[in-house]
Nanobody
Framework: QVHLVESGGGLVQPGGSLRLSCTFS????????MAWYRQAPGKPRELVAS????????????EYLDSVKGRFTVSRDLGKNTVDLQMNSLKPEDTAVYYC???????????WGQGTQVTVSS
């Protein structure tokens, strides 16, 4: 059984920070890389950050959307079954609903959580 819960969103001023957290259960999440996505109104969902095992089987390989590089950091806690997204220097264009799931380049998700709303506005 697959379960995803995203949290940590909110309203923040430009330049501010938020930390999103995703709690998950289900065997597929221990098999496939995880990712954070976002969807702004009227736009398609886009992959923001992904994290997967490296050659030493720890979660050290990270990829980011160009527009968030240097500002966002994705991390995974195996003991807690969570994936976090630390977002710094937020911009109005980061406003969107944020979701976590498997990296759809590897395993296409069939279930989505509710997401968490991030609004960057003064």
């Amino acid at each position: 059984q697959v379960h995803l819960v995203e949290s940590g969103g909110g309203l923040v001023q430009p330049g501010g920070s938020l930390r999103l957290s995703c709690t998950f259960s289900g065997s597929i999440f221990s098999i496939y890389p995880m990712a954070w996505y976002r969807q702004a109104p009227g736009k398609p969902r886009e992959l923001v950050a992904s994290i997967r095992r490296g050659e030493f089987r720890d979660y050290r390989v990270r990829e980011y959307l160009d527009s968030v590089k240097g500002r966002f950091t994705v991390s995974r806690d195996l003991g807690k079954n969570t994936v976090d997204l630390q977002m710094n220097s937020l911009k109005p264009e980061d406003t969107a609903v944020y979701y976590c799931n498997t990296d759809d380049r590897i395993y296409v998700p069939t279930y989505w959580g509710q997401g968490t709303q991030v609004t960057v506005s003064s």
